[in-house]
């Protein structure tokens, strides 16, 4: 009894993406502008660590990661939020 259970309980985890495609409900209440505003500052931060000079830009590379950790951090809690 408890087999049959489980796997309603599989389909029905399913369900939800699907019926936010097909029907718009049960979809994420983040807005996706939350979502851009953090994955765009942490792509940008990554490139600006990446090509900065290890020995002339230390600083600035040490900034540009912790604001890619930082964005990346929030765009995983944003989304964890709302899955």
Do not use: K, N
Not at 11 to 27: I, K, N, R, V
Not at 49 to 60: F, K, N, S
């Amino acid at each position: 009894m408890g087999w049959g259970h489980e796997h309603h309980d599989s389909a029905a985890s399913d369900a939800h993406p699907a019926a936010c495609l097909q029907y718009g409900e049960q979809c994420s209440t983040i807005p996706g502008h939350a979502l851009y505003g953090a994955f765009w500052p942490a792509v940008f931060a990554g490139l600006a660590a990446l090509v900065r000079p290890r020995a002339r830009w230390t600083y600035a590379r040490l900034w540009a990661v912790f604001v890619q950790w930082g964005a990346q951090l929030t765009l995983g809690a944003l989304i964890l939020s709302g899955a």
